[in-house]
């Protein structure tokens, strides 16, 4: 996509990065290289999908459209839909906010916790747990389909051990945070 302002064009910046956690706090893993994943990206246009979110979320539009639209990619491959939790949405979007806050793009939040940590320290009692972040792009639609044609995203989104899922999202970065109670 290019933006033409007064005869120049500008290209926007947009970057991905991802993360699984498992286990212990010893281990962080980059999802590619362990997971195969299969089929092309097939996101629907928000307009399909009714956006009504429940009083009981804790989610903005943004965020729940980004995770009805997560469903349709597992429901799609025939991986069962993840739950919303309240908890991973709130730690989503404070990474979210962390990161805008503070001026970086990391897994790795401005006090130095993984993903694992701060799960931890907002009270969600986990097996398994992945980060997908991104920054950049301008919906949910495109913040998903950039997400589903990388392989490390994908295979997040993707993952059938992974069965709850929280969204943030702030001044266009974007996080995912996927775990599984334990």
């Known amino acids: 996509m290019k933006i033409k302002i007064m005869g120049i064009f500008?290209?926007?910046l947009i970057i991905l990065s991802c993360a699984t956690f498992q286990g212990t706090f010893d281990?962080?893993?980059n999802s590619t290289s362990q997971r195969q994943t299969n089929g092309a990206a097939r996101t629907m246009p928000s307009s399909a999908l009714p956006i009504s979110i429940p009083e009981s979320s804790n989610a903005n539009a943004f965020e729940w459209s980004v995770f009805q639209l997560t469903n349709v990619e597992r429901e799609n491959r025939g991986v069962?839909?993840?739950q919303w939790d309240n908890i991973?949405?709130?730690a989503a979007r404070a990474h979210t906010e962390d990161m805008v806050r503070n001026n970086f793009f990391s897994h790795t939040g401005s006090d130095?916790?993984?993903v694992?940590?701060?799960?931890t320290r907002a009270g969600f009692t986990w097996s398994r747990v992945a980060e997908n972040i991104a920054d950049g792009q301008q919906s949910p639609e495109e913040?998903?389909?950039t997400w589903m044609n990388s392989p490390g995203h994908r295979a997040n989104i993707l993952d059938p051990a992974l069965t709850h899922i929280g969204v943030g999202f702030t001044a266009n970065k974007w996080t995912q945070k996927f775990g599984t109670p334990r």
């Open 143 to 145: 913040v998903i389909s």
């Open 112 to 114: 130095h916790s993984n």
């Open 80 to 82: 069962p839909p993840l």
């Open 10 to 12: 500008i290209i926007p």
């Open 27 to 29: 281990t962080l893993e």
């Open 88 to 90: 991973l949405g709130a």
């Open 116 to 119: 694992g940590q701060r799960l």
